[in-house]
């Protein structure tokens, strides 16, 4: 497809980046810290570290990793905590000496966690003590040899009340670290890693810096194997889309979703890291009075955030009331933008709520809409440089400008495939080496794309990917259910909530118990939200469950 989209580039963007600019994360990283070493890095509830502080850190985590752990090159390290400024620290630490991180959700249940850290192999975790049940329910039958557990307070120095506080709202039990065999405090592993140089490690851009985990078709989460190339790739695409409104070391950027999603990995930790920008992490976004308090701390320059987010803010009065004189970049993935939200935020903020379009395959940048636009466009904006896109039918033929097919995209951002599934990987691409996104798109004769629809049944919650059939297997495992289809259907809040259809086994089988079950064993954003049961379920003629025609109205 001729790049069309080039001529309606902002000004200042250029149609190619310099993949190469970096050989990996490593190299930005020391180059940053360098240019940067006495501005503010990162700052948690009041809490902050510089550049130098952070280079100094994450050093010494690094070496611990390296020297204590004696964990071999390419070993996989999970990393599972909210925001916190612990997560850059170990995050950067593992980078940089030769580790591929394994980014999970702390939310994530025993089966969900045993699953993926048993899948990436992962030899180490750094957990956030509150979430240390879940992973004590998973028991230390994996690869899994090495546990450091840190807390709020050990490097925030918050009071006492606070803590308990989040422990109560947060969590169902909080274990003691001494109470994890071998665990290891956070801070002592810096202590320990501080008698240590960090053995100098020659890491380019073919190696693997991610793990990023998302669901499967069958049901099984997967793992996007992003190369510290792919990652490199995607921020300087992201940095000169933005380059035009931004200066070097002037930046504040609030933090709010978890760095462990790929959109803020990528747009907030490390794009705005490239420009000496000081992010301020927010621990806990749903807490919205706290965190409209903790935006009245700064004068901030850019926020990202998925659409329910920004609702959520505009629904508080004191939102209103802030400064937002410096604001440039209010960005706004991982979800559909409605049009509502956009409008709103324009009026209340005086700047555009800009829409751009990913996927963690992608690592996850593939379209952005112009920062200047006069409003809310109701697209997905235009292929950031160095992006190919094609729109294509079942057949894999390309289509025309104005017609409907699927979102097809290559780039040097673009992953190479998922860890250790050959036949899923296969199944993701083209011929031509075209990753299949799963969304129905249209491109308009300005280069303009916009999703019309969803090719895979995926269901899309607050911007996390939820897969029926991970939610059907869970279900299905309920001794009163006979058969069950998941789908997502329209929800104010959340853009889409999960629904199941089942058929009983058991007569006396009710939603309560279905949804008590489902809590057990999934993450919350993925536990449907409404139960209906049927004494059938519409099928193909050879018996498959159509979830289309559950989706649509009168199915």
Known sequence: MEKIWLRNYPHGVPAEIDAGAYRSIGELFDEGVRRFAARPAYVCMGKAITYA???QRSSQ???FLQQELELPRGSRVALMMPNLLQYPIALFGALRAGYTVVNVNPLY?????????????????????NFAHTLQQVGRSLALRHLVVTSLGEMLDLPKRTIV???????KKLVPPWQLDGAIRFSDALARGAAHELAPVEVGPGDIAFLQYTGGTTGVAKGAVLTHGNIIANLQQAHAWIAPHVRDGEEIIITALPLYHIFSLTANCLTFFKLGATNVLITNPRDIPAFVKELGRYRFTAITGVNTLFNALLNNPDF???DFSALKISLGGGMAVQQAVAEKWQRVT??????AYGLTETSPAVTINPLDLPGFNHSIGLPVPSTEVSIRDDDDVEQPIGARGELCVKGPQVTGGYWNRPEDTARAFTPDGFLRTGDIAVMDDQGFIRIVDRKKDMILV???????????????SHPGVLEVAAVGVPDERSGEAVKVFIVRKDPALTEQQIIAHCRENLTAYKVPHRVEFRSELPKTNVGKILRRALRDPGG
């Open 53 to 55: 502080e952070l280079e």
């Open 61 to 63: 985590f690094a070496a």
């Open 109 to 129: 249940t025993a089966r969900e966690l045993e699953h993926q850290l048993a899948d990436a192999g992962a030899e180490a975790i750094v957990i956030l003590e």
């Open 165 to 171: 506080n989040f422990v109560v709202r947060h969590v």
């Open 320 to 322: 209103a009331r802030l």
């Open 350 to 355: 005086g700047r555009l709520l800009v829409e």
């Open 462 to 476: 607050s911007g996390f990917n939820v897969y029926p059939n991970e939610v059907e297997d869970v279900v299905a």
